[in-house]
């Protein structure tokens, strides 16, 4: 099993920035990928960001190109998503996710095995 929890959210103002971290536990050495989703109320959830757990590689959602950026820290087992220049559309609950299965990184839901309990961001205009 894997454990993912989240830290980081909180309410911030447009065009300001917030570092979410995902602290990784249990089999990390089964995950091939991790990434960001975000549900916002009334929407369906949505894929941010993913990144190959041992090589490194990224993808970015094109609503989130520029302003956010995945990285991960295999040494204390972090993930974080960098955001920058938030916008009230990104206002959502965050959520991290680990993937088992080799290849592209997943940009669905289906694509992870593992989910944190999420953690609430907020951008007021």
């Known amino acids: 099993q894997v454990q993912l929890v989240e830290s980081g959210g909180g309410l911030v103002q447009a065009g300001g920035s917030l570092r979410l971290s995902c602290l990784v536990s249990?089999?990390?050495?089964?995950?091939?990928?991790s990434g960001w989703f975000r549900q916002a109320p009334g929407k369906e959830r949505e894929f941010v960001a993913g990144i190959g757990w041992s090589a490194g590689s990224t993808k970015h959602a094109d609503s989130v190109k520029a302003r956010f950026t995945i990285s991960r820290d295999n040494i204390k087992n972090r993930v974080y998503l960098q955001m920058n220049n938030l916008k009230a559309e990104d206002t959502a609950v965050y959520y991290c996710?680990?993937?088992?299965?080799?290849?592209?990184?997943?940009?669905?839901?289906?694509?992870?095995?593992?989910w944190g309990q999420g953690t609430q961001v907020t951008v007021s205009s």
């Open positions: 996710a680990a993937g088992r299965v080799s290849g592209p990184i997943p940009v669905t839901d289906s694509g992870y095995a593992y």
């Open positions: 249990g089999r990390t050495w089964s995950i091939y990928a």
